[in-house]
């Protein structure tokens, strides 16, 4: 979290609301949700998406309208650099063992982990949104943490926040982050869409699910790109009593996940679903891997679903690696504003 406002005083401060605006930029629009805020708390909500990456005259003016009558206003922004990610300490002297973060920024989080982003990349971000400003940049990973904070604490278990072309991926057990990276999903020039597997491909891979046979056998032409290789596992130690680690919510979750009206696999959206999926599989094989990461066995995978992921990488999750799945929906933009509160101590 990357602070650049410079706060007035606490005498003129109870006299105005304060507004905190959020924007989620994607590869083809912006997300802004706004919350106005109150001494007792939010007052009104607002959410918003612009066809367009970069700000706009009717961006400028929406964010204008909300923001005109109080100098309290914070823009926040979930980090969108390709070049980011977590280590799993926060001792200085280690931090080069995972990664050269020499040309980042980076900030510890509760004492236990590090989080960091490029500064070219921030750079170019706080000179792409001048006219709107930059508050707060908050980093994906916190945002993942603080939505998995009632799980995290717990055993160990694989979390995943899904955005519209990157995925955000971390191992916590006991609060403790052993693994971590961000991944950008490729999408094609020539349409929004992961399209790199046709129908007959499709077919296939359907027929191998319901067969239970491997996927590696099946000639898809993988065109993925991982930002990093971000490294994993020696050691597999496997959970004593899955019982345990289903605990009410997660029953409860499963149980509703009907109500969730995950999409049919149609060709669009298996396909995006089936990158994804390879995405994942390819970190979880890194996490195993990489001697540097204390590796333990994944039995659970929680998902922080912001986009509408399709009940084909649920059933890839659970057929091909044999995760226990979790899909909770998730409003980023509100989630944004939830660490911003939590920053300015609302």
Known sequence: MWSKKVVLSKIFEALYVKVLVNIIIQKTKTLIYIEVYGRKGVVEHIHNEFDTPTPSQQMIDFITSYTKETPYFYISYLDPSNTQGVVP??????????KDISSCEYLCFNNSWTFYTSKSELYELEKEQGLLGVDFVFSPFVVLANFFQDKISSHISLYVLILEDSIVLSVFEDSMLLYGEHLVVKITDDEDTFSHVDDEDITEIEDALDENIDLEDIDVDDNIESLEDFGDIEDLDSLEDIEDFSDNRDIEEELQEGDMDLKEGD????NQDYSRFT????????????????????????IADSVGVSYDLKKLLEEEMFFNVYIRRIDIGVEVSEIAKKELGL
């Not at 300490?89 to 995972?98: E, H, I, S, V, W």
């Not at 979880?284 to 994944?298: G, N, Q």
């Open 89 to 98: 300490t926060c001792n200085k002297n280690k931090l080069a063992y995972y």
């Open 267 to 270: 060709k669009e959206h298996f």
């Open 279 to 302: 995405l994942i599989e390819e970190s979880v094989a890194h996490y195993y891997k990489d001697d540097r990461y204390e590796s333990k066995f994944l039995e659970n995978i929680y």
